[in-house]
Nanobody
Framework: QVSLVESGGGLVQPGGSLTLSCVAS????????MGWHRQAPGKQRELIAH???????IYEDSVKGRFTISRDINKNAVLLHMNSLKLTDTAVYYC???????????WGQGTQVTVSS
């Protein structure tokens, strides 16, 4: 049984930074395209960044240049470094496999990021 545990969220002021972590058990994340997804209040969950097994990275336009996705192979984790946070980045953040990568893992509980002054 694969489980994903996201952490690192919190309350941060606009312009601040956070680093999110997603640790997996039961599967080697480095074998798959992995992504970070987020769901803002009242909106559908969206993929914002993903990382291929070859370490190619793709970002949604709203986070490009501000967020960086990476792996920590030793911890079997995927990270999301978030800089220059905006109010519109407020959401619950989840990790899972990236686009066209099926089946998805069971979704974790996510980690809440709140950007507020």
């Amino acid at each position: 049984q694969v489980s994903l545990v996201e952490s690192g969220g919190g309350l941060v002021q606009p312009g601040g930074s956070l680093t999110l972590s997603c640790v997996a058990s039961g599967s080697r994340l480095s074998l798959y395209t992995m992504g970070w997804h987020r769901q803002a209040p009242g909106k559908q969950r969206e993929l914002i960044a993903h990382l291929t097994p070859g370490n190619d990275t793709i970002y949604e336009d709203s986070v490009k240049g501000r967020f960086t996705i990476s792996r920590d192979i030793n911890k079997n984790a995927v990270l999301l470094h978030m800089n220059s946070l905006k109010l519109t980045d407020t959401a619950v953040y989840y990790c899972n496999k990236g686009p066209n990568s099926w089946p998805k893992y069971p979704w974790g509980q996510g980690t809440q990021v709140t950007v507020s002054s």
